[in-house]
């Protein structure tokens, strides 16, 4: 061979070094490769992850407070909060002009509405003050703490300054502290009066109801996909149309269908009494609780445990269950130490899917839940289109996925995500 | 979005017309008959008149929400929305909404009177323009009630003389004023009572004296539902809803209007929309908000006209025939104890409150 005793780097046919070319040729396609997926990949970034990134953000961002009130925010920082007195004339004379900016941009009502969160009664404060203060003159007008103090009690309030202090920072770890039951204080982080204390039991309780869901699921679904697999194909095509029926069926449509029957009017305590197994006046509650809530869930997520299930069972070879017999093994051995090993990837993805869905679900829970069956989504929606406390709904959401991809990363760790198969 | 079938055939039409693109608002409300009545009394008449094309969003439930986040993307593509007096009054102290001088944009009544005063103290916001006054109040079931039918609000927390269950909606705004008045209190200290936290706790208190016996609604058709099945005895919700229980749907319910709190309904226009858009907007509001307009749909929903001027006008239900009067709200008779919505304590103590109630029902 004539190239191996050469000296130089081994060359390509148009005299660029060999590794070179190889280099460029690789780098060529991947760009190409990247090029086919640059829609996706642009799509994914534009509607999926910089919305949830800056979503994120909301659980921290808080400018509102030093953008409406620059000059007050200063001010507050030269005074002591632990004194117990009122601030003095400066703050109160920075504190009328941010608010006549405020009112004349509409914003003054905005920072009440956000004050509110943290101190009861900031938001008709700030809006009754504003139409007043706006006809104040900033120059003219001084000094300013008598008047303001006239206006509306709650400015000779040191509470008052205390609150707008604490809150001024452009970024806060408040949202978090309100979403795990706690709040930001002066004197740092408090818990929440245990008669508000309600998030971290709802994190709890959507943790409990998900894994039991799974839990059903996977006792249900397991030999409806057994079944499925081991059935000819005609009678288990039927099947199939059974389990998928549902499936296409809206998710509405089949939660008020469960409030038909489980209702203790409904078909169930109906038949119930009928058969004579419940009296009368003792019908079951079945419904507006967490039963409710994991009978009517367990239902609509079924699919998505057998699905996989069912996809995984049938790669599995009748042959290995034969032979286990024809070597003398009993039906159950036969069962648990060869087919159910071969089953668990399907039961790992099913359950994966169910739990990660069931920990977000919102509207089943909200029909069938009644007070005790309803999950931290609830709430999150609250704050989303009722309170309109987005950054609170935000933590909320931050500490539901970081929850969820730690839960991930155990399952990982214990089971081994290599192990969890679609078929 | 949900677009009526009667408005994408209008527009259809008038797309095939016009050959160009015709003029179109999108006009948000609550759906259902309530829509269908801003629908017959309103949208038809007014494209009729004017040749602009209506599209219906059933969104209201989530307006404030929505308009925030399309203020914050800077493209609104609402037009008119439909929100409750609570609603309007945050648009307006966030800037989401536009103000309104009922001088020049509105109409005034036939006689003269000015809107401003036609309207009267309805006015809560000075971005609002009211279109009903509806109520929250109970309805009890005929036949499951006993001898004796409820007069009183607060045979609710009587459970020795009503057993059974009651509905109540999960919030605590009405629940807590209706355990105070039950609880002894005064109805005109109820608010100063529940700004305490001894108040809220006594409010609760009297809610824990019924909880076990209450099943909470979220939606406004839970309750009439639940009447109808007999799955509860009595409950709270919208008149409305009772009225069409009762009259459509022939059930066994009767209203027990002691104690209903009025709240009202009616209409903003989004801040920041384009000169052509709000000068369309306008025009529709003053078109729809005029004293015939609103005695008009009082023929299809039982919901009381926010104007002087337009009860005199309230005649007979559309497709029914039956006289509305009697059951507004607002009929002397209905209303000899009424609540109107505290706007400004709800909006001062709402967070503030419901954290707590929530927690109370998580108990």
């Given at each position: 061979m004539t190239d191996a005793t050469q000296s130089g780097p081994m060359l390509a046919a148009d005299g660029t070094p060999l590794k070179k070319s190889l280099a460029r040729s690789l780098r060529r396609r991947k760009l190409r490769a990247l090029a086919l997926i640059a829609p996706l990949l642009l799509f994914v970034l534009l509607s999926f992850v910089i919305p949830i990134v800056s979503m994120l953000f909301r659980s921290v961002e808080n400018s509102i407070v030093s953008e409406t009130l620059p000059l007050t925010v200063i001010e507050l920082q030269h005074w002591d909060a632990e004194s117990g007195e009122l601030p003095d004339e400066a703050l109160y004379a920075a504190f009328t002009k941010d608010m006549v900016a405020a009112v004349e941009a509409k914003q003054h009502t905005r920072l009440g509405t956000r004050l509110n969160y943290e101190q009861t009664g900031m938001s008709s404060m700030f809006r009754k003050s504003g139409r007043q203060i706006?006809?104040?003159?900033?120059?003219?007008?001084?000094?300013?703490k008598e008047k303001l103090i006239d206006i509306h009690d709650g400015w000779g309030d040191v509470e008052t300054w205390k609150v707008i202090k604490t809150h001024?920072?452009?970024?806060?770890?408040g949202y978090f502290l309100n979403a795990v039951d706690m709040r930001r204080t002066p004197e740092g982080a408090q818990s929440q009066p245990e008669d508000k204390q309600i998030l971290i039991k709802l994190f709890g309780r959507t943790l409990f109801m998900s894994l039991v869901i799974t839990g059903s699921c996977i006792l249900l679904a397991y030999p409806i996909s057994y079944l499925l697999a081991n059935l000819p194909m005609r009678v288990s095509n039927l099947l199939m149309i059974l389990v998928l029926l549902p499936f296409w069926t809206s998710l509405l449509v089949r939660t008020s269908a469960w409030k038909v029957m489980l209702q203790q009017q409904g078909v169930i305590n109906e038949t119930l009494v009928w058969l004579g197994l419940v009296a009368d006046d003792a019908r079951l509650v079945i419904i507006n609780n967490q039963i409710g809530t994991i009978i009517a869930m367990t239902h609509i997520l079924l699919p998505f445990m057998v699905l996989p299930m069912y996809s995984v069972m049938q790669t599995i070879p009748e042959t290995y269950t034969r032979a286990a017999k024809s070597m003398g093994a009993t039906n159950w051995t036969t069962f648990w130490r060869i087919y159910f090993p071969q089953s668990i990837p399907g039961i790992g993805a099913g359950s994966i899917l169910v739990f990660i869905l069931s920990i977000g679900y919102y509207i089943t829970p909200e029909i069938v839940g009644g007070t005790k069956g309803v999950f931290i989504s609830n709430r999150i929606a609250y704050h989303i289109s009722s309170s309109l406390n987005w950054g609170l709904a935000a933590a909320l959401g931050t500490i539901l996925l970081a929850v969820v991809l730690l839960l991930y990363w155990v399952y990982d760790k214990i089971v081994g995500i290599d192990n969890v198969k679609l078929g | 979005m949900k677009v009526t079938k009667t408005t994408l055939m209008a527009s259809a039409i008038a797309m095939v017309a016009g050959g160009a693109m015709a003029e179109e608002m999108t006009i948000v409300s609550w759906g259902g008959a309530y829509s269908k009545s801003q629908l017959k009394a309103y949208h038809e008449p007014y494209s009729e008149k004017s040749g602009v094309t209506i599209l219906n969003d059933d969104s209201s439930a989530e307006a404030v929400a929505k308009l925030r986040a399309m203020n914050e993307a800077g493209n609104i593509t609402w037009d008119v929305v439909d929100v409750v007096a609570a609603d309007a009054i945050r648009l307006c102290d966030e800037g989401l909404a536009m103000e309104i001088d009922p001088d020049t944009m509105l109409a005034p009544a036939p006689d003269g009177t000015s809107a401003a005063d036609d309207f009267g103290d309805l006015l809560?916001?000075?971005?609002f323009i009211p279109q009903i006054v509806y109520s929250t109040t109970f309805g009890y079931r005929t036949d499951l009630v006993g001898d004796t039918a409820p007069t009183d609000v607060c045979s609710i927390f009587d459970l020795d003389a009503y057993p059974g269950k009651r509905s109540l909606e999960k919030r605590p705004i009405n629940n807590m004023e209706w355990a105070l008045i039950c609880d002894g209190v005064a109805k005109d200290d109820v608010y100063d009572v529940l700004a305490t936290p001894e108040g809220q706790d006594q409010a609760l208190a009297k809610l824990g004296t019924i909880k076990d016996n209450v099943v909470w609604w979220s939606a406004g058709a839970d309750t009439p539902q639940l009447l109808a099945d007999g799955e509860v005895i009595m409950g709270s919700t919208y008149n409305g809803r009772l009225f069409s229980v009762i009259e459509e749907q022939k059930q066994p319910v009767a209203m027990l209007w002691d104690a209903q709190v009025f709240d009202l309904d009616g209409w903003i226009i989004p801040a920041g929309l384009s000169e052509e858009r709000q000068k369309r907007a306008l025009d529709y509001i003053m078109f729809a908000t005029d004293t015939q307009r609103l005695a008009d749909q009082a023929k299809w929903i039982s919901y009381g006209p926010a104007r002087a001027s337009s009860a005199p006008l309230v005649g007979q239900h559309a497709e029914l025939g039956i006289e509305m009067a009697p059951h507004m709200p607002t009929d002397p008779e209905n209303a000899k104890n009424t609540f109107l919505y505290n706007y400004e304590f709800w909006a001062d103590y709402r967070d503030d409150i419901d954290a707590k109630f929530q927690a109370w029902l998580a108990q």
């Open positions: 706006k006809r104040l003159d900033v120059e003219a007008d001084a000094p300013f001024a920072v452009p970024i806060t770890n | 809560v916001s000075e971005c």
